[in-house]
């Protein structure tokens, strides 16, 4: 059976960086040439450039969940992840494109089920333990075993994993994906050492990492972690010896901190009006960028009256999406009328423009009127997204009752709690961050049969699925014919409406002047390795 060879693969997705971006680390060691559509890597320098010695602080409100990859599904937890474990590929910083990390190079067999990586040799984790096939293998068997919140994206597509040598290592699919080399750059492949995690059990609080930049020197949940640099990282060491992250119970301390010197960077979240008021402060830049998350409705198909189309579809048209901009977000995000997000490959606008009128007489076709007015729950966490969702929640109230047919009765709980009850949940508000670049990450886990139960949508349809299949088994994976399966998943999507797309953020990052390296991207991972400060 013959192969292909890939030394460089740039997959470079549609999605548009309208950002000045600050330089980037390259891979190390170079391939030797890269495919039409990509830029050619360079040699690593003999001498590793000058590292500063003190320390940047970075200021956030999100939290850790665990670290361990096989089990942490949260974008704080994943950001660390991509400051101190690296995966067999991953994503050039402040671009799209995938290229070399753990593995210098990959095969693809011409049925697409086999992927044979070739890994860089010499590595040890940071617990001394050598980096080989085995221990590539032995990681996404641990996935499989332990079963945590992320395991989809491996044990949906990887049938199981074989070694071939000491650094050669086959992964084998249940079905061809196109996008898997996307998959392999998500954290749950990411390798860990066999000595430091659990075979079959999570290790919440491990700070063994893997293979990074950095690792992991202390770390106290919910107040500090300090990260310092790894000297047997294969790539060019970061720009900055020593990282700590500082954990903020709220925005408003936050943006003191960074106003009084406190922290260096300010990052997910502050409120949106902190960034406008920041702006006029002569110490502090706002570096904006395109953002990847989105915002949106969740439809229990299987609940009335959501079980109902027509009201599904009468609420598409009365919620307005451009007060939520305005109020709610400050300009910080963007009406959406799509879950595939604005600038990304493939998108159209496939949902409609508010329209009170048609609202009414979807409402009126199901049944309802001024006199028999639907009652509906809509459900909102009140810290996970950030102190705006309590707005958002309301201003959809708002919308909807403007019908006149319509009476809203908002209830909260906890994220815990809240998770817990996906499937009891009539009409709730989540969001979303991508787990890999692509239109299928932001429309396969809600919509097909065998996904949409996961976040208590319950919607199926064989057409749905259908497409799913062709755009998934579509041999180029940014042609046109993928595309046009695409435009059509959007448009059923907002015939059926199994969930409704609000708003799509912009990346927002507040740091003080002296700080530079900030690179803002659609994967939406902060590169801790490339930030500096000077004096």
Avoid at 196 to 210: K, L, R, V
Wanted: charged share 25%; aromatic share 10%.
């Amino acid at each position: 059976m013959s192969k292909r060879k890939i030394f460089f693969v740039v997959l470079a997705l549609a999605v548009v960086l309208a950002l000045g971006l600050t330089a980037c680390q390259k891979a190390t060691p170079a391939p030797t040439q890269a495919p039409s559509g990509g830029e050619e890597a360079t040699e690593a320098p003999t001498e590793a450039p000058a590292q500063s010695s003190e320390p940047i602080i970075i200021g956030t409100t999100d939290k850790v969940t665990d670290l361990d990859p096989a089990n942490a599904y949260d974008f704080h937890t994943w950001e660390i992840f991509h400051n101190t474990m690296d995966t067999l590929l991953h994503y050039k910083p402040g671009t799209t494109d995938l290229e070399p990390g753990l593995a210098e190079s990959y095969d693809v067999s011409d049925d697409g089920l086999e992927y044979t990586f070739h890994l860089r040799q010499g590595l040890k984790f940071n617990d001394g333990t050598p980096f080989n096939a085995d221990a590539v293998k032995w990681s996404i068997d641990r996935v499989f075993k332990i079963q945590g919140d992320p395991n989809w994206l491996v044990t949906s597509f990887v049938d199981h994993v074989e070694v071939v040598d000491e650094y050669t290592v086959k992964f084998v699919l249940k079905k061809a994906v196109n996008y898997f080399p996307l998959l392999v750059a998500t954290y749950p492949y990411a390798p860990v050492s066999p000595n430091c995690y659990p075979a079959d059990e999570i290790a919440s609080d491990s700070t063994c990492g893997g293979i990074g930049p950095y690792k992991i020197d202390k770390w106290v949940r919910d107040v500090e972690m300090d990260l310092v640099a790894n000297p047997n990282w294969y790539g060019e060491p970061p720009k900055t010896s020593n990282i700590i992250i500082k954990y903020f119970a709220d925005a408003t301390t936050m943006r003191l901190a960074l106003e009084n010197g406190e922290i260096d960077v300010a990052t997910k979240s502050l409120n949106p009006t902190d960034y406008a008021d920041l702006k006029s402060n002569p110490d502090i830049q706002v570096v904006e960028g395109p953002g990847a998350q989105i915002r949106y409705i969740v439809f229990n198909v299987k609940m009335a009256p959501f079980d109902n189309k027509l009201v599904r579809e009468a609420i598409s048209y009365a919620v307005d999406r451009q007060a939520i901009v305005d109020k709610a977000f400050q300009g910080t995000h963007e009406p959406l009328y799509s879950m595939v997000p604005m600038g990304m490959w493939s998108h159209i606008d496939a949902f409609p423009k508010r329209d009170l009128e048609k609202a009414k007489e979807l409402l009126q076709e199901a049944g309802y009127s001024e006199d028999n007015p639907m009652e509906i729950d809509l459900w909102w966490t009140p810290t996970h997204y950030g102190d705006t969702e309590s707005d958002v929640a309301s201003l959809v109230k708002a919308a909807l009752e403007e019908t006149g047919m319509i009476k809203v009765n908002l209830q909260s709980a906890e994220w815990a709690t809240y998770t817990e009850q996906f499937g009891s949940m009539g009409m709730f508000l989540l969001g979303w961050y991508p787990d890999y670049i692509d239109p299928d990450n932001y429309t396969y886990p809600f919509a097909a049969s065998d996904a949409s139960d996961d976040i208590g949508c319950n919607y199926a349809s064989e057409k749905m699925d259908e497409l799913f299949q062709q755009e998934q088994s579509a041999t180029d994976l940014r042609g046109d014919a993928r595309k046009q399966v695409f435009e059509e998943i959007q448009k059923l999507w907002a015939e059926d409406v199994p969930t409704l797309p609000l708003t799509q953020g912009k990346l927002m990052v507040a740091a003080r002047k002296n700080i530079s390296g900030i690179v803002l991207d659609p994967v939406m991972l902060n590169h801790y390795f490339l930030l500096e400060k000077t004096k």
